[in-house]
């Protein structure tokens, strides 16, 4: 049975709430409620910053943190309140944090962690409170939830790399219901939007493959692997072949949906998909109940109904040109089915757990000159993060000579809310303010009335544990009820400083506007995403990612199968590049006034692109059978063809319209010469009809390619 969605939540707030506790405790123990504000906003800090490792490198992202956090919080303590001085020091913290992000998600989840701390120094203090008290109370949180964090990974220390494959299973599942409607007879007229619908749900996969690939990484860097994190690891692969095999596209959708409507063989197809889609989901299940998973043989029935149709179908119509691709369809769902039933059998070690294999390509060089040369190669204008950089550091200038010049008493709400609110997406940064604002305002509400139901310290500092475990519990999850909690938890911190609630409580509101207000023009007009909306590079990108791909495919039919890394990195850069002109098409579809030219072209490319995608991983299922099933004349034209298919595609961006149709029409004819040398062989057919298909794509890609290019960027 599916457990509720919560208990993932709650499993991993139990560090927090553990920190918060300990510090109630403590706060109610030594009778010192004023610091309880900065004792738990450092265990706020340390929550912000914290990422999944292995116990020896949870101790040095520790030792990071505490080193960064010490430096942000005595800076921005050292320099408040002297003016220009504190404005260039948090400016310069700001941009020199924020450009640091670009090398990696450590680096950027640690600065943004930095910058926050920075913030909260500033709002912890007090001008009768020992001006060493608040930064130390600050670190002390830190500490003390970082010490939780290692207590709960000795307990249960391969939860959360075992909750990302449970999220990679359960996005997995989705895509297989996405493909499901590909095989509804009274949809075939509309497949052209079941093919955004398909890549939109790919976006989700691709997302949370990262994140399984992320938490795997650093778990994997030592010498020695843990049995249970090697399990982890051939689920992670595994999960990896079975979105490559159910993404292929074998034959033309609206083709083959026409021919088959009238059978029972389509609608066995897309029962078939659907129970594997279930299928996945049992295995996130099972990871997140800590069972094994098991096959079901009503599944494997299913697999065998759809053979038994099909040779049904071979007989009732035994000239059909569209058996070939339905067989290899079923086969490669089989192959599904032949992963899901070893999943059962996964406890097994793995044969060579340290071969080429098993290794995940690194996610970033932590190197001083590979950290220096990404930084630099930042300056300037077109990347996205030094813009970020700039503009957030503007801002937060704006922010503090705000409050300095007209001496706002709890003035630093304005600067805490810009921060947090401002995002480098313009959509982004929109959605936050709204959610902030409504959030806040109703924090506001309920915590008014916390002075009249809670007089005593001891439930004043249950409140701060409990909406501070339930604002981690929902941060990643709907912004909005963070704001809410969090606010219940300052404006709480304030009652047990012995400070006026209800003076502070339309201070917060006002502060929050303002701050959400600079955060909304900042992204608004100091240089905005759609002045260097990078569509056109990034359909550039997409369209040269299939063309490796298949590059890389035929290499290895050529050369011998091997699914080692640098297959794997190819294939998932090809589908990120799909995935990141979805996510990019996303985000110009809520703002269609200033966007609303490029929609059209954007979306005619993203489902041309992403069924290349499919007809090439379609190809990448025949690597271990081309070899001696093809007569060598087929096999020298088919890599012939192949390649300058290949060369095209990575290629196709910088090409005139004159070589496209002279390099087309060669293509064109090499197939023909192909299919002449296919004659009945089967293999020869099925390899020619693929290749035939994604050549097919290559003219409407063109044209859409280049319909972007020619269409105006928005001012």
């Known amino acids: 049975m599916k457990l509720p969605p919560l208990k993932p939540l709650i499993i991993t707030s139990l560090p927090v709430f553990a920190s918060v506790f300990i510090a109630a405790t403590l706060v109610w ?24 490792n292995r116990l020896t490198g949870r101790l040095k992202n520790i030792i990071i943190t505490v080193a960064l956090f010490t430096i942000s919080s005595l800076v921005a303590q050292s320099t408040l309140g002297t003016g220009l001085p504190f404005i260039l020091a948090m400016t310069l ?3 020199g944090f924020t450009i640091l992000g670009a090398v990696g998600l450590k680096y950027r989840t640690f600065a943004f962690g930095a910058l926050a701390v920075a913030t909260y120094t500033t709002l912890t203090y007090t001008p009768d409170t020992f001006w060493l008290t608040n930064p130390v109370m600050i670190l002390l949180g830190t500490v003390l939830y970082s010490t939780c964090t290692l207590v709960f990974q000795i307990i249960l220390p391969h939860r959360p790399v075992q909750e990302s494959v449970a999220n990679a299973y359960e996005a997995l599942g989705g895509y297989f219901d996405a493909k499901a409607d590909f095989f509804d007879p009274d949809e075939a007229a509309w497949l052209g939007n079941r093919q955004i619908d398909l890549a939109m749900s790919n976006t989700g996969v691709i997302t949370a493959f990262n994140q399984c690939r992320a938490a795997l990484f650093y778990r994997l860097r030592g010498k020695h692997r843990h049995p249970r994190t090697a399990k982890m690891l051939r689920y992670y692969f595994t999960a990896q072949d079975i979105h490559e095999r159910v993404s292929s596209a074998h034959a033309d959708y609206t083709e083959l949906t026409d021919t088959l409507k009238n059978t029972d063989l389509i609608f066995r197809i897309r029962r078939l998909l659907e129970m594997q889609g279930q299928a996945c989901r049992n295995v996130a299940a099972a990871l997140r109940n800590g069972k094994d998973y098991t096959y079901s043989k009503r599944l494997g029935r299913a697999m065998e109904g759809c053979r038994q149709s099909l040779a049904h179908y071979t007989d009732d ?110 959509t982004a940064t929109k959605s936050r303010v709204y959610q902030r604002i409504a959030g806040t305002i109703l924090g506001v509400i309920v915590g008014s009335l916390v002075p009249y139901f809670t007089p005593s310290v001891e439930t004043k500092l249950w409140i701060v544990i409990a909406s501070t475990t339930l604002f981690f519990m929902t941060r990643s999850y709907k912004y909005s009820f963070s704001t809410f909690f969090i606010t219940i938890q300052a404006l709480t911190s304030f009652s047990l400083a012995g400070l006026d609630v209800y003076a502070a409580m339309p201070v917060r509101i006002i502060d929050t506007i303002v701050g959400s207000v600079l955060a909304w023009a900042a992204v608004t007009y100091l240089w905005p995403d759609w002045r260097y909306l990078t569509l056109e590079k990034t359909a550039a990108q997409t369209v040269g990612g299939n ?43 809520s703002e269609p006034k200033k966007y609303g030219n490029n929609l059209q072209s954007g979306f005619t490319l993203l489902k041309t692109s992403y069924a290349l995608t499919g007809y090439i991983s379609a190809l990448g299922a025949y690597r271990s059978e081309m070899d001696g099933a093809c007569s060598p004349d087929f096999v020298r034209k ?50 020619h009809r693929q290749l035939t298909l994604i050549a097919n794509q290559l003219d409407p890609c063109y044209r859409s390619l280049h319909d972007i290019e020619a269409i105006p960027q928005a001012a």
């Open 29 to 52: 123990r030594f009778g010192t409620p004023k610091l309880a504000m900065p004792f738990v906003l450092g265990i706020i800090a340390g929550g912000l910053v914290d990422l999944d």
């Open 93 to 95: 913290m700001t941009f």
């Open 317 to 426: 119509h035994p000239e059909s040109r569209n058996i070939h691709h339905i067989r290899r369809l079923l086969d490669n769902l089989g192959s599904v089915d032949h992963q899901l039933r070893q999943l059962q059998h996964s406890d097994s070690p793995a044969e060579n757990d340290n071969s080429s294999d098993t290794r995940i390509a690194a996610l970033e060089n932590s190197s001083l000159k590979n950290v220096w040369q990404t930084v630099r190669s930042q300056l300037n204008f077109e990347s996205g993060v030094f813009r970020h950089a700039t503009r957030l550091s503007i801002l937060v200038a704006a922010s503090c000579t705000i409050v300095e010049i007209l001496h706002l008493n709890l003035g630093y709400w304005i600067l805490l809310t810009a921060v947090f609110v401002c995002q480098p997406n313009y």
């Open 547 to 589: 063309g490796a791909y298949l590059r890389k495919i035929l290499d290895q039919l050529q050369y011998g199968i091997a699914d080692d890394v640098e297959y794997r990195t190819v294939r998932r850069q090809a589908h990120e590049r799909t995935a990141t002109l979805s996510s990019t098409l996303s985000d110009m579809s």
């Open 638 to 687: 088919f890599y012939q063809s192949g390649y300058r298919i290949a060369d095209l595609l990575e290629r196709l961006p910088q090409t005139s319209e004159q070589d496209f149709q002279t390099t087309l029409s060669q293509i064109r004819t090499d197939l023909e010469a192909l299919q002449t040398e296919a004659g009945d062989e089967r293999q020869s057919h099925i390899l």
